[in-house]
């Protein structure tokens, strides 16, 4: 079993940047491959961010693209999201998952594992 769990939300004025950091425990995940979805209220859990095991490939999805950067720190067993010029519309819950797999993906439900998720607040 993996456990993961994030950190790093919070308010934050439109413009302006926040870093989330997911760290997982009860095993080391640097051959998982990892991603960030989020969810607004009244709305889908939507794919952010991935990357595969050795960080040498990633995803964004395309709101974000430019905006957003995913990356990992295999010796901590940590996965980042570094997120800039926030919009009203990036408010939402963001979730980090782990894939046993090896195909770096868009889709929910084939990430085996989740966090409880942190809350990201813009104001405009």
């Known amino acids: 079993q993996v456990q993961l769990a994030e950190s790093g939300g919070g308010l934050v004025q439109a413009g302006g940047s926040l870093r989330l950091s997911c760290v997982a425990s009860?095993?080391?995940?640097?051959?998982?491959?990892m991603g960030w979805f989020r969810q607004a209220p009244r709305k889908e859990r939507e794919f952010v961010a991935g990357?595969?095991?050795?960080?040498?490939?990633?995803n964004y999805a395309d709101s974000v693209q430019g905006r957003f950067t995913i990356s990992r720190d295999n010796t901590k067993n940590t996965v980042y999201l570094q997120m800039n010029s926030l919009k009203p519309d990036d408010t939402a819950v963001y979730y980090c998952a782990a894939r046993g797999g090896t195909t770096l993906t868009r889709s929910r439900g084939l990430y085996d594992f989740w966090g409880q998720g942190t809350q990201v607040t813009v104001s405009s």
């Open positions: 990357i595969s095991a050795r960080g040498g490939n990633t």
């Open positions: 009860g095993r080391t995940v640097s051959s998982y491959v």
